[in-house]
């Protein structure tokens, strides 16, 4: 991974990681408040005289560590016990009482350490006290043990630390998160960032398509393009199908929009662009061949109707009239070709190609959705004929075994692949309102839908030399 990859790692997992600290911190602190406090209170103790001789001064402070040792026996424990009552073990108090000796100022240090602040000065000071009645008198100025300060009962607690256990329960939940983040991207067999993208591909990168959001397409409103003109979506969709145009030396006719998993949305993706052409070029015409899925015609609620399918099985071929029969008028730049209600197998170049010249007579373009090439062996045909072919990616839902095997594919057929597009179906946070510009109404449609009520002699799959009456909505 390069840095391009790691900053796109970066911006795809900061709210995992972010979320995983707070979390982790508001735990940690609601932990910390059920710990009791812990509070410490000290006595402080000279060793020897305060101004004596040389060999003075070191025999004191020879002797310094001796008695710190003395504060921890089990005599001198047992004794405060029993003294103040204390419902705890030796070795419990002995965790909870430290001698600190200083030998260069030959100060005794008693600290000890309880929940009650008052019983912690109480307990500092008893065992100073008793330690110097078992000293007794001195024999010799050198072993002489005097109280320096008093041990006060403390304010402050010395423990919890909450600040500190909750930032290192941050930081607990941040290493987790990277971990975690680190494991996914290594394990994973996604396509993850337009970087990855480029890189699997060797394409040229179109540009990534928020294409849902919050919109939900729906038999009023398929297309977010006219629904959320104002909306991420539209814009960004508007954005790649400029690019698309422009990946080319010359201005495509024929545009073949390839997914590479089972229902990633492609067929949405086209439709959008094809309504985006419509209204800068003129009649622009949807061909469905997505012989995995038909997003595309399911978007637009003409699954039951005769389309591409009873075109390529006609044993008459793709007439004019039966063309311009089977075509469905979304609106006066868009008219779609439905997928048909017949199952599309291996389709072959002649009659593929001859539906394309059909279709291109009546529209400037012609934009055919297909499917994935590893699941549709028509998808590579459609290549052949298309002029440039744009290969689209769904973030974290693309394998890139797919997508490296219809790289391969189309490069082994010699198609024009123009660049590649990275799709992203979910709803992201902090992304601008969906509902921006939204139309009050769909478009105008043609009255072809509208008002037709007739009977057409229509495609369908029949024996050499025979076609099928079937009655259909024109």
């Not at 509070?39 to 402070?61: H, K």
């Amino acid at each position: 991974m390069n840095a391009r990859i790691y900053l796109a790692l970066a911006r795809r997992w900061w709210w995992t990681v972010v979320s995983a600290m707070i979390a982790a911190s508001v735990t940690g602190f609601l932990a910390v408040q059920t710990v009791p406090p812990t509070y410490e209170a000290e006595t402080r103790m000279l060793v020897g005289p305060v101004n004596a001789e040389l060999d003075t001064l070191r025999a004191s402070a020879l002797l310094v560590e001796t008695y710190a040792e003395l504060v921890h026996n089990d005599e001198a424990l047992t004794t405060v016990i029993d003294e103040f009552g204390l419902q705890t073990t030796l070795a419990d108090l002995r965790d909870d009482v430290r001698a600190v000796a200083n030998p260069i100022t030959r100060l005794l240090t008693i600290e000890v350490a309880h929940t009650d602040p008052t019983i912690a000065a109480q307990l500092a000071t008893a065992l100073g006290d008793d330690l110097i009645d078992a000293l007794g008198p001195a024999v010799s100025p050198a072993g002489s043990l005097r109280l320096i300060d008093a041990a006060q009962p403390p304010i402050e607690p010395v423990a919890p630390n909450v600040p500190l256990l909750t930032g290192l329960s941050a930081a607990g939940g941040l290493a987790a998160a990277l971990v975690l983040a680190l494991l996914v991207e290594r394990f994973s067999n996604t396509v993850n960032s337009r970087f990855e993208l480029t890189e699997l591909s060797g394409a040229p990168f179109l540009g990534s398509v928020l294409l849902r959001g919050r919109f939900r397409p729906t038999a009023a409103d398929p297309l977010v393009v006219d629904a959320q003109p104002g909306s991420e979506a539209s814009l960004s969709a508007r954005l790649l199908t400029g690019k698309v145009g422009l990946a080319s030396p010359e201005r495509p006719s024929v545009i073949l929009i390839i997914g590479s998993e089972h229902g990633d949305g492609v067929g949405e993706l086209a439709a959008n662009m094809a309504a985006i052409w419509g209204r800068s070029l003129g009649q622009t015409v949807l061909l469905d061949a997505d012989d995995a899925d038909g997003e595309a015609t399911r978007l637009f609620g003409v699954s039951d109707e005769v389309g591409l399918s009873e075109l390529l099985s006609n044993s008459a071929g793709a007439t004019s009239s039966l063309v311009q029969a089977a075509l469905f008028h979304y609106s006066d730049t868009l008219a779609v070709l439905p997928r048909g209600r017949l199952p599309l197998e291996l389709v072959d170049r002649a009659a593929a190609s001859r539906v394309v010249t059909e279709l291109q007579k009546r529209g400037k373009m012609v934009v055919i959705s297909a499917g994935p090439v590893h699941r549709s062996a028509s998808t590579v045909v459609w290549a052949r004929i298309a002029d440039i072919v744009v290969l689209v990616a769904q973030r974290d839902a693309t394998k890139r075994d797919h997508l490296r095997y219809a790289i391969e594919t189309l490069q082994l057929t010699g198609t024009n692949i123009g660049g590649v597009a990275l799709l992203e179906r979910g709803w992201r946070p902090f992304s601008r309102g969906s509902a921006t510009g939204r139309r009050s109404a769909r478009p105008a449609r043609s009255s072809v839908r509208d008002a037709r009520r007739g009977s057409v002699i229509a495609t369908q799959a029949a024996p050499a030399g025979r076609e099928v009456e079937t009655d259909r909505r024109t």
